[in-house]
């Protein structure tokens, strides 16, 4: 069976196309992404402006028409941080199912770190034990923890990279103050996360899963070998943090040219950088490993179970 999953993230509009089957995995033939950075649009009232609607449809609509002609059975289409938090809402959300021709999954915050803890706990197997989870995305930051497929905790923050990158560090480069204002305000906004957290036990896998993750892990982490000879990447505390000053001094014309810095990552990474610093500082994290696998691949295993079983005639 082919699905497709859509998620219309506060960054991206990306459709992941797989084959999948009851108890399989699910194996990826089709992937378009097409970026928005949806927080350029937002107003002073909050709402997304009538360029950054129509951006958001057009991007829509392009996916729809790729899912169409491969043959997709099913569209599982989610909307997440800057769609949900924005005051027009209700409007986008009604343009955008217009664009489908479908009803829209509009996920909360806690729902979107369930879903990709399901992923990474999927990849990473039951014997990888408790997982600390970690996922930056353009609107939010999501945590979760726990020892099975859904977790013990799961929280969404406001710090993501685009929004903080708008609030924070509008200038280019930023600077050193811009960076230690965003810190403290980082700092307070997880603390309440961090006393959630207390009383879950040591991880056994601390986990980043999202793209800004895998692309600071490309910048200042290392490759370790994974099962069956699979790069994994692996993303030391202390060497991102040695990266943040240089990145802030950095111009985004220049970061691109850094490895892992990708063209639409340039304006966002540095506020990235310094909410994951900050909030793997925060929960006493040396070291995270980064999961290929994150919020669409979660949507679709949830989807795959609910097929049910059938038995063999």
Known sequence: ???????????????????????????????KRTVLRLMRYLQEDGSISDDGVDALVAAVTEARQVAERENVVELLATATSAV?????????IARIEEALGQELQVLGGESEARFTFLAVRRWFGWSAGQILLFDIGG????????????????????LGAGRMTIEFLPEDPPGADAVAALRA???GVLQPVVDLMADQPRPDHVVGSSKAIRSLAKLAGYPAPGWSGQERWR???ASLGSWI????RLPASARQELPGITA?????IVAG????????????????EVSPWALREGVLLRYIESLGWSEPT
């Open 1 to 31: 069976m082919r699905l497709g999953v859509l998620d219309i993230g506060s960054n991206t509009v990306h459709l992941l196309v797989a084959d999948v089957r009851p108890g399989g995995r699910p194996l990826a033939t089709t992937s």
């Open 84 to 92: 949900r938090e924005a005051t027009n809402g209700a409007a986008v």
């Open 139 to 158: 609107g939010s930051l999501e945590l979760a923890a726990g020892s099975d497929e859904l977790p013990d905790v799961a929280a969404s923050v406001p």
């Open 185 to 187: 305000h980082a700092r």
């Open 235 to 237: 993303l030391p505390l």
């Open 245 to 248: 000053p240089r990145l802030s």
């Open 264 to 268: 639409d990552r340039t304006f966002q």
């Open 273 to 288: 950088a310094v909410v994951l610093h900050t909030a793997m500082s925060a929960l006493g994290v040396d070291e995270l």
